[in-house]
C-alpha cells in the first residue's frame, strides 16, 4: 500500500482539486477555504541509509527577498509543528519551499491518516506563509 | 523531586533581571499543570504516612499561579587557621630556635588565597619556621633507650628448640632408652645410654640464648630514635571552607525570606571579590544588584562578614542573583482543599495547607486494601500510573513522559539518559549525542523535539544550510540561539507529536537522523 497508486487514491478520496500522478510523484493543486488553492508536490523514494521508503511532501511558500528571509527560516525549523523549510537555488529568484517527510520501514505500512493530515497542514501551513508574504496565490 | 535533583526545564524556564520584579499569574499551560501534578503527587507518595488516605491518587489541580523568586546568594570563603606542635626525632643536630614576631597565623605561613568556594572544606598543614625548641623523649625520659619487651631486659631468651630444658629427645630410640637391633634384641640405646634424652648443642645445654631483639636488654627508643630528645617544631592547620548564606524575595509573600528554597535556583548574576579589599564597600552593590534584593544583600553583609583574626580570614566573596519559579497550588481531594508551593530547581514542596488527616482503624484497612488492589490493577491507582511515578521518584524517566518512551527506547538498547528539557540519547557504538525535548505545543498537544547539534551557526552559512534541507531524508537544519544571544548554532532537528508515537518506528527516524547528521558533518557540508 505504500505506492504512489494509493497516495494518489488517498488524496482523491479527502482533497478537491487537481491531481496529476507520476510513477514516483505526484502533483496535487489542493482548493483550501476562501477559495485559494495550494500546489503540494509529493515523492515516495528509497532511503539511502536503511530499509525504508521515504513520501516527501513539498509546497513553495514564498520568494527569498533578502536575507533576513533566510534566518528566520531556519530559526522557524527549531518551532516548526511539523515539517520545515528549504531553500530552493534552482529557481530564480530562489524561493523557500516547505516539506515534510515521513519514513515509513520497509515492514510498516503508511498511516492514511497520518499522510491526510500532514497534506493538508501542510496546504494550509505554506499558503498561510504565501498569504503573509505576499496577497497573490502565486503557489 | 529526582534522585539527582535535577533541573525540570518546563517548570524552571531561564529569567531574565527585568522578570525578578512582575507579580504573579495564571498557570494554564497544560502540560506544566501535568508537569506540577507528577510533582505533587511523587512527594505525596513518599509523604503518604503523613497525608490523607489515597491523597496521592486521588489529589487534583483545581487552580495554579506563578511568581518568579529572587534571592541573593552569599558565598564566603573563609578560612581558618590553628597552631599546633610536632616532635620530631632530634637527629640533624640543628634547629631555629629564632622567636617569632607575629603570633598571626596568616603571617607565619603566608599562602595565596585562590577564591575557590570550595564546596568541601580544603585541609592543610603548613610548617612554620622558629620557635623551634629541644625536649626530652616523654618515652625514654631522655634516656634514649627502652626496657626490651621480649626478653624483659634480661638480654637471654628462652631457647626454642629445646623449649627452655636443655635438652633433645634422642632421635635414635625416640625417647625410650632402648631399641631393636636386628628385628628382635632389644637393647639399651648407645645415644643417649638409655636415658632417652641428648643434650641440646645450640644452647650448650643452658636452654636460653641471646635475645635477638636487643642489645643486653635495651631497645634504642622509637620515638626518638635512640637520640633521648624531640625537636618540638611548629605547624599551621588550614581549613578553607564556603559559608553559604541566602535571603529570598518573594512580592507575594508567598515564601518567608530564609526558605530553603532561596538557594536552589539559576544564577544569573554573580560578582566575586577577594577579600580583604580595601575599597570594598556595600554600598558599591546598589546600582548592580536588583534594587529589591540591595536591602537584603546589605543585611546578610553587615552580619555575616568576619572581621579578621590571627586565626581567621575571610578571603572570598561571590554574590549571587538567583531566581526560580514558585507555583502555588489550589488542590482538592473529593472535596476536601489543600494549598501546595512548589519551587525551586529540586522542586522543593512547601505544604501551606493540607485536608484533615482520617485516623483509624478503618483508615488502615482501607489503605491497605488498595495497595493490595493496585498490585492486581484494581486500585485507585493505574499500574501503568504507579510505574510511571516509580519511575520518577527514580530518576529514570523525565517527568512529561507518561507513555514511558523512554523506558522502551532503553528496551530497545538505546542509552537514555534524563535531561532537564527531556532525555540525552545516545546511539548504540555511536558518539554524537541526541537530545529530546518535550514541548507543549498546543493544549492537547505534545511535541516531541529531537536535536542534533552540528556546529557553529556562522552567518555565510545560512543559505547553504537552508539548500541542504532540501536533500535530507529526515529532519532539517535549524538555527538555535544560546541563552545570552552571543552565539548561534547549527542543529539537525525533528519535530513530531509525543502522543501514540511507536518507539520502533521513533528509534527508526533517530537512526536515520543520527546518519543525516553524521553525513553533514564528516564532509564538512556546513563549512
Redesign the interface.
Known amino acids: 500500500v505504500n505506492t504512489m497508486e494509493y497516495l494518489h487514491s488517498l488524496l482523491k478520496m479527502n482533497f478537491r482539486g487537481k491531481i496529476d500522478v507520476g510513477k514516483n510523484e505526484l502533483l496535487a493543486r489542493i482548493e483550501l477555504q476562501g477559495g485559494r488553492k495550494q500546489t503540494v508536490h509529493v515523492l515516495i523514494r528509497g532511503s539511502k541509509y536503511c530499509d525504508a521508503n521515504i513520501i516527501e511532501l513539498k509546497s513553495r511558500c514564498c520568494v527569498v527577498r533578502n536575507a533576513t528571509f533566510v534566518r528566520a527560516a531556519l530559526k522557524r525549523n527549531m518551532v516548526n509543528q511539523i515539517g520545515g523549510f528549504a531553500l530552493n537555488q534552482k529557481t530564480s529568484p530562489p524561493v523557500i519551499d516547505l516539506i515534510q517527510r515521513i519514513l515509513i520501514p520497509h515492514h510498516m505500512q503508511l498511516n492514511p491518516e497520518e499522510i491526510t493530515q500532514a497534506v493538508t497542514f501542510l496546504a494550509w501551513q505554506a499558503d498561510l506563509i504565501e498569504r503573509n508574504s505576499n496577497e497573490k496565490d502565486q503557489f | 523531586l529526582t534522585k539527582n535533583r535535577m533541573r525540570i526545564h518546563s517548570l524552571q524556564p531561564g529569567f531574565s533581571i527585568e522578570e525578578l520584579l512582575d507579580g504573579e499569574a495564571g498557570v494554564s499551560d497544560q502540560k506544566l499543570l501535568n508537569d506540577l501534578l507528577t510533582v505533587v503527587k511523587v512527594w505525596a507518595k513518599k509523604d503518604s504516612q503523613n497525608l490523607p488516605d489515597f491523597f496521592d491518587s486521588e489529589v487534583e489541580i483545581v487552580s495554579a499561579r506563578r511568581q518568579v523568586c529572587s534571592s541573593i546568594v552569599l558565598n564566603i570563603q573563609r578560612e581558618e587557621r590553628a597552631l599546633f606542635p610536632t616532635l620530631v626525632p632530634f637527629k640533624t643536630r640543628k634547629f631555629d630556635r629564632k622567636q617569632w614576631e607575629t603570633s598571626d597565623c596568616f603571617e607565619l605561613a603566608p599562602r595565596d588565597l585562590p577564591c575557590l568556594f570550595p564546596d568541601v572544606a580544603i585541609k592543610k598543614i603548613y610548617p612554620v619556621v622558629g620557635n623551634e625548641e629541644l625536649v626530652l623523649c616523654q618515652t625514654c625520659g631522655g634516656s634514649a633507650q627502652l626496657v626490651c619487651s621480649i626478653c624483659d631486659g634480661s638480654g637471654k631468651q628462652t631457647h626454642d628448640t629445646c623449649n627452655g630444658g636443655g635438652t633433645l629427645r634422642c632421635s635414635r630410640c625416640f625417647g625410650a632408652g632402648r631399641h631393636l637391633t636386628g628385628g628382635v634384641n632389644l637393647v639399651t640405646c648407645t645415644a643417649c645410654n638409655g636415658s632417652g634424652s641428648v643434650a641440646c648443642d645450640p644452647c650448650g645445654s643452658s636452654g636460653s640464648v641471646v635475645c635477638a631483639n636487643c642489645d643486653e636488654g635495651a631497645i634504642d627508643c622509637s620515638d626518638c630514635q635512640g637520640v633521648g630528645k624531640m625537636l618540638k617544631r611548629w605547624n599551621i592547620r588550614s581549613e578553607i571552607s564556603t559559608v553559604k548564606l541566602h535571603k529570598l524575595y518573594c512580592r507575594s509573600n508567598w515564601l518567608n525570606p530564609n526558605a530553603a528554597m532561596g538557594c536552589d535556583g539559576i544564577t544569573l548574576q554573580e560578582y566575586r571579590y577577594a577579600l580583604p579589599v580595601p575599597t570594598f564597600e556595600i554600598e558599591s552593590l546598589k546600582n548592580k544588584l536588583p534594587p529589591q534584593l540591595f536591602p537584603l544583600a546589605r543585611d546578610l553583609l553587615e552580619h555575616s562578614l568576619r572581621p579578621r583574626t590571627d586565626f581567621q580570614i575571610d578571603s572570598g566573596l561571590k554574590l549571587e542573583v538567583q531566581a526560580f519559579n514558585v507555583y502555588r497550588l489550589e488542590l482538592q481531594q473529593n472535596g476536601q482543599p489543600a494549598v501546595l508551593l512548589v519551587g525551586g530547581l529540586s522542586n522543593e514542596i512547601v505544604p501551606v495547607q493540607l485536608p484533615p488527616r482520617s485516623k483509624g482503624l478503618v483508615s488502615q484497612v482501607l489503605r491497605g486494601m488498595d495497595s493490595a488492589l493496585n498490585l492486581v490493577g484494581l486500585g485507585t491507582r493505574s499500574r501503568a500510573e504507579r510505574e510511571f511515578l516509580k519511575l520518577v521518584e527514580a530518576g529514570e524517566i523525565y517527568i512529561t513522559d507518561t507513555d514511558l518512551l523512554g523506558p522502551a527506547l532503553r528496551n530497545l538498547g538505546v542509552q537514555v539518559e534524563v535531561s532537564s528539557v527531556g532525555y540525552q540519547i545516545t546511539l548504540e557504538g555511536k558518539t554524537l549525542p541526541i537530545s529530546l525535548g518535550f514541548v507543549q505545543?498546543s493544549k492537547e498537544?505534545i511535541?516531541l523535539r529531537t536535536t542534533i547539534t552540528l556546529g557553529q551557526?556562522d552567518?555565510e552559512n545560512?543559505?547553504r544550510?537552508?539548500?541542504?534541507?532540501?536533500y535530507?531524508?529526515?529532519?532539517?537544519?535549524?538555527?538555535?540561539?544560546s541563552e545570552d544571544r552571543s552565539r548561534e548554532t547549527?542543529?539537525l532537528?525533528d519535530?513530531?507529536?509525543y502522543k501514540n508515537l511507536e518507539p520502533e518506528?521513533f528509534l527508526?527516524?533517530l537512526?536515520?537522523l543520527y546518519?543525516?547528521a553524521n553525513a553533514i558533518i564528516k564532509e564538512k557540508r556546513l563549512l
Open positions: 505545543e498537544q511535541l551557526g552567518r545560512f543559505p544550510a537552508l539548500a541542504i534541507n532540501q535530507l531524508e529526515t529532519g532539517f537544519i535549524g538555527l538555535v540561539e547549527f542543529v532537528i519535530n513530531r507529536y518506528r527508526a527516524v537512526q536515520q546518519r543525516e
